[in-house]
């Protein structure tokens, strides 16, 4: 028995239904149905799309995931036919938020979808976040104080392009970049700009294919020992490079001027 065939039975008794009802509704005989459903035989590409519509679970759910340990009415189901989101509480029933290591966040990329590896990562529950899916991001770099390296950006999941708002942050989770944090600017034919809070970094634009998950700013953990003087240091970073760049770009200046007399 497959991990497909075990789904489809799980689904197909949890309706109360028959072989032969699943099979009238699939137009096949119900002979096929049961070869699937004994793991003899493996349904064609678009029976398998007829399936994933007739029990409304995803096919990448279907053929890779033991459904029966992710109750359905407990996921968050995501666009583009992707696997799904388990919604895990605590015991007082609060949504718990997954947290991303520091040190395995690029691997985040190749376990996003993948329900066993979410389900691996450790949980903190933060009452006052509620309606809707959160997540827990680590910081990275100087480009969007305060957060700094050890701080932790909580997301809220938002499900498509349409729902970025200028001026808001957001994490966009990257094929290229992995996870970044950045204000959103405007959108433009098939990318987004975006930009950092520190003016020493450029705006720059990201493509939709690229655009794997985007989460909206909703909360920020700082490490203990996170001063007020912290920012006051960045700012005094940020004018040293800022001062550097100048003295680049004046340098470019007159080594062109040399260029052109000569």
């Not at 007739?54 to 033991?66: E, G, K, P, Q």
């Not at 001062?243 to 680049?248: E, G, Q, S, V």
Request: proline share 6%; glycine share 6%.
């Amino acid at each position: 028995m497959s991990i497909f065939s075990n789904n489809i039975r799980f689904l197909r008794a949890g309706r109360k239904l028959s072989q032969q009802n699943v099979a009238d509704e699939l137009s096949i005989s119900r002979v096929r149905y049961s070869k699937y459903e004994n793991g003899i035989s493996e349904p064609p590409i678009d029976l398998l799309v007829k399936m994933s519509k007739y029990f409304h679970v995803s096919i990448d759910l279907l053929v890779s995931v033991d459904i029966r340990k992710y109750p359905i009415d407990e996921m968050l189901k995501l666009p583009d036919n992707r696997i799904v989101l388990p919604v895990a509480v605590d015991h007082l029933g609060n949504d718990t938020i997954e947290i991303i290591p520091q040190k395995a966040s690029m691997g985040y990329l190749e376990g996003y979808s993948d329900v066993e590896y979410i389900e691996s990562l450790q949980r903190i529950a933060l009452p006052f976040l509620t309606n809707g899916k959160y997540r827990a991001f680590p910081a990275d770099g100087d480009s969007m104080p305060p957060f700094r390296n050890g701080s932790y950006i909580v997301g809220k999941y938002v499900e498509g392009i349409d729902e970025l708002k200028p001026g808001k942050t957001y994490i966009f989770v990257t094929l290229n970049d992995g996870i970044t944090y950045k204000r959103f600017k405007e959108r433009k034919n098939n990318v987004i700009c975006v930009s950092a809070d520190n003016s020493f970094y450029e705006p720059y634009d990201i493509p939709f294919s690229e655009i794997v998950e985007i989460w909206q700013y909703a909360s920020g953990i700082f490490p203990e020992d996170f001063e007020p003087e912290d920012y006051e240091s960045y700012n005094f970073k940020e004018m040293f490079r800022e001062l550097k760049k100048d003295i680049r770009d004046l340098d470019k200046k007159i080594s062109g001027r040399r260029r052109k007399q000569s």
